[in-house]
T-cell receptor, first 117, second 117 residues
Framework: AQSVTQPDIHITVSEGASLELRCNYS??????LFWYVQSPGQGLQLLLK??????LVQGIKGFEAEFKRSQSSFNLRKPSVHWSDAAEYFC???????????????FGKGTHLIIQP | EAQVTQNPRYLITVTGKKLTVTCSQN?????MSWYRQDPGLGLRQIYY???????DKGDVPEGYKVSRKEKRNFPLILESPSPNQTSLYFC????????????????FGNGTRLTVT
């Protein structure tokens, strides 16, 4: 079964500093990988996704992520964070269900990003 | 505007009193899904639906029911709510399976915060 680990529950970054959020996955085949952001009181919004091809993917809001198969990682990065980036971030891996369990996305437990002025 | 609409946003109820959380999407999506979000556990899938009249269990289906009589609607039913179902619930939809097609991301509603006393 697939799984996703986000090792950091909370991360605090100063405004203007760079950011890296870690994500490790376990999946038997080539994974579909996603990063979602959840702002307070909102649903989840897709930041970026990896399906195949170039291992460095660009997303919205200036985010990027790099797929590293050898490390089973898909870390999210941003060169310079803004106060509006404060949110909960979820990494997810795609699964192909067979009707006997969860179908679609398996989510990590999330990383709460705090931006210091 | 393309959106997934959940109602109500907030609901407080008592143990055993049947309730329904509605979910509607206006994007003609085939795939719909319900998740619950709990602190430290991330999002877990409750039920999903591949199309009208096709539903299946996710990771945590106990205590919940769903129906998919129309393409646009996917209500979540709690026949006899219990306090352990206090949670934040999200409905999501996509054109194809769980946002796993490159051109069909998963769209989330803004959530329903349920408290069962």
């Amino acid at each position: 079964a697939q799984s996703v680990t986000q090792p950091d529950i909370h991360i605090t970054v100063s405004e203007g500093a760079s950011l890296e959020l870690r994500c490790n996955y376990s999946y038997g085949a080539t994974p579909y990988l996603f990063w979602y952001v959840q702002s307070p009181g909102q649903g989840l919004q897709l930041l970026l996704k990896y399906f195949s091809g170039d291992t460095l993917v660009q997303g919205i809001k200036g985010f990027e992520a790099e797929f590293k198969r050898s490390q089973s990682s898909f870390n999210l990065r941003k060169p310079s964070v803004h106060w509006s980036d404060a949110a909960e971030y979820f990494c997810a891996v795609g699964a192909k269900g067979s009707g006997g369990g969860a179908d679609g996305l398996t989510f990590g437990k999330g990383t709460h990003l705090i931006i210091q002025p | 505007e393309a959106q997934v609409t959940q109602n109500p946003r907030y609901l407080i109820t008592v143990t055993g009193k049947k309730l329904t959380v509605t979910c509607s999407q206006n994007m003609n999506h085939e795939y719909m899904s319900w998740y619950r979000q709990d602190p430290g556990l991330g999002l877990r899938q409750i039920y999903y639906s591949m199309n009208v009249e096709v539903t299946d269990k996710g990771d945590v289906p106990e205590g919940y029911k769903v129906s998919r009589k129309e393409k646009r609607n996917f209500p979540l039913i709690l026949e006899s709510p219990s306090p352990n179902q206090t949670s934040l619930y999200f409905c999501a939809s996509s054109l194809s399976r769980a946002g796993l097609a490159n051109t069909s991301p998963l769209h989330f509603g803004n959530g329903t915060r349920l408290t069962v006393t």
